[in-house]
Nanobody
Framework: QVQLVESGGGLVQPGGSLRLSCAAS????????MGWYRQAPGKQRELVAS???????NYADSVKGRFTISRDNAKNTVLMQMDSLKPEDTAVYYC??????WGQGTQVTVSS
């Protein structure tokens, strides 16, 4: 069983930035693709960004050029830098490990 602890959400004004962090337990972190998903009220959970074990990244079209996902295998951590935030980015953001395990979610609210 892998445990994921997310942090970094909060309230930010449009155009602002936040950095999400997800720390994973266990010894196999470096072997798995990590992803960030989000779910807004009344909508389905959607993939925001992912990063493979080799460092290949993938982004939803809606966040390309604004969000950057990265990983630190030495610290079992995946990060997502979110810049130029928009009100439509408001959602609960979830960390995903290998398509299997989920974090508890962290709220991101973009509002003036």
């Amino acid at each position: 069983q892998v445990q994921l602890v997310e942090s970094g959400g909060g309230l930010v004004q449009p155009g602002g930035s936040l950095r999400l962090s997800c720390a994973a337990s266990g010894n196999s972190f470096r072997l798995y693709t990590m992803g960030w998903y989000r779910q807004a009220p009344g909508k389905q959970r959607e993939l925001v960004a992912s990063i493979t074990s080799g460092g290949t990244t993938n982004y939803a079209d809606s966040v390309k050029g604004r969000f950057t996902i990265s990983r630190d295998n030495a610290k079992n951590t995946v990060l997502m830098q979110m810049d130029s935030l928009k009100p439509e980015d408001t959602a609960v953001y979830y960390c995903n490990y290998g398509g299997i395990f989920w974090g508890q979610g962290t709220q991101v609210t973009v509002s003036s």
